[in-house]
């Protein structure tokens, strides 16, 4: 080779080497650059109350002394004390938003592309503990989705008051167009969700999936596994759906009216559904398609079918359920057996009923002894049961409880913020 053909060889390796080089010192200070970025978002401990003090780390592992600490710690007087927050906080901080904003951590962007392009609605039915509110609609905030909260027309004025100052410090997070007043395992409760679906189903045409909570749910997962799950879903719903057990026929077998508050049973026979649809039992929680809400609200069976419902007991373990099953309607299954799914099978909630408790060798438990305590025989999680949770697949788990445990949401969302932070810089790179 000519020296002046090797001279041009030498410099042009030389040159794409350095330009390797610098690609690569690029990367890694993009990197760092969006690692950094990202930091202020960390939850932290100077973010936490008096549960800071508790090892997460061993928590969430199962670590048997750092539950211990959990247990001593929460008995205690001054621990009590200091993790009430009044009702009139909120409604101070909020009077200036942006503050509000950057102090409780709010993302105020999309994590991802993936995320931004695949938005997602949310109903939040919230009657009291604003503090439990305000904490899950932090965990499961993101700007490209929509949030309709529905305040109980029951609930304290100051709740109300509360509630309404925080949502409107967020543009896409709004309060329902119309209240109604909640009743326990009556219609009205149903009417709430309904209510929410029909404002998000106008106020937006981006979102695809449409999820119910209240306010004692907090999510298991970012909002990005939760967007890769639902769209690999392909359009299809994720709730309990199976054949009305025996010991629940009564609830749609009679008559029933609200009578000062409370749901009372008649002795009047209901006639049959509308159009001989097979009615089964499911939860009140449901992760369903656009396409599905857009059938709850259009679709003249399911209308019929709505009205029929309004005077069973509880009928939001049973509408959901029966709807999901009719054919048509996007994302439903056949109401054949074989396509039945039970709430540890579905991805809505993951709840722990009393009489499902007990130890693994017993083939009636369905799951491990609550670690917190009952109300209605449902487990509020204490921060004994976190390394369980995260082991299903579910989105959301019900029921948590500031006043009770907060260490477990404490420890919880401490967990999901950084797993999401972390999502986010590997994407970016």
């Known amino acids: 080779m000519q020296p002046l053909k090797r001279g041009c060889v030498q410099f042009l ?5 350095g330009l390797v080089s610098l690609g690569t ?88 592309k993936e995320e931004e392009d695949f938005p997602l609605a949310y109903s939040m039915v919230i009657h009291h503990k604003v503090q439990n509110f305000e904490r899950l609609l ?3 905030y993101a700007p490209q989705n929509i949030y309709c909260v529905h305040v109980d027309k029951k609930a304290k004025p100051s709740v109300t008051a509360a509630i309404q100052a925080i949502t409107s410090c967020f ?26 679906m029909a404002d998000l189903y106008s106020a937006s045409k981006k979102w695809k999936y449409f999820i119910n909570l209240c306010g004692q749910d907090f999510p298991l997962k970012t909002n990005l596994e939760m967007v890769r799950m639902l769209r690999s879903m392909r359009g299809s719903n994720s709730l309990e759906s199976e054949t009305v057990p025996a010991d629940k026929k009564w609830r749609i077998s009679y008559v029933h009216e609200i ?14 559904a509308p159009f001989n649809l097979p009615i089964k039992s499911g939860g009140a929680y449901i992760v369903v398609s656009r396409g599905f809400v857009r059938s709850v609200l259009e679709d003249t069976r399911i ?44 991805l809505a909630r993951l709840v722990k009923w009393e009489n499902h408790e007990g130890s693994q060798d017993s083939e ?40 009770t445990d907060p260490v477990a949401i404490y420890c919880l969302e401490k967990y999901l913020r950084h797993k999401a932070l972390a999502e986010a810089v590997g994407e970016s790179v």
């Open 13 to 17: 390796l030389k040159l794409s080497v």
């Open 25 to 112: 010192f690029y990367l890694v200070r993009q990197r760092t650059d969006r690692t950094l970025g990202y930091r202020w978002l960390e939850y932290t401990e100077d973010d936490g109350g008096p549960e800071k003090a508790c090892n997460c780390s061993g928590i969430l592992q199962g670590e048997q002394e750092a539950l211990q600490q959990v247990k001593l710690l929460t008995i205690t007087r001054d621990f009590q004390k200091n993790i009430q927050i009044p009702d009139e906080y909120y409604i101070y901080e909020t009077q200036d938003c942006r503050k509000f904003k950057l102090k409780r951590k709010y993302l105020p962007f999309p994590l991802s």
């Open 138 to 140: 932090r965990a499961i």
């Open 171 to 196: 543009p896409n997070v709004f309060l329902v167009s119309q209240a109604v007043e909640v009743v326990y395992a009556g219609w009205p409760r149903v009417q709430a969700d309904l209510n929410c």
């Open 259 to 272: 009578i000062n508050g409370d749901v009372k049973t008649t002795k009047t026979l209901k006639n049959p």
């Open 303 to 346: 209308e019929m079918l709505i009205n029929w419902f309004k005077d069973t007991y509880s009928p939001d373990e049973f509408l959901w359920a029966t709807i999901q099953r009719i054919p048509g309607v996007p994302g439903s299954k056949w109401p054949n057996r074989k396509y039945d799914q039970t709430d540890i099978n579905a």
């Open 364 to 403: 009636s438990a369905v799951y491990p002894k609550c670690q917190g305590n009952h109300v209605r025989a449902v487990c509020v999680y204490g921060a004994g049961d976190l390394q369980w949770l995260l082991e299903h697949l579910h989105l959301f788990a019900n029921k948590f409880d500031t006043e």
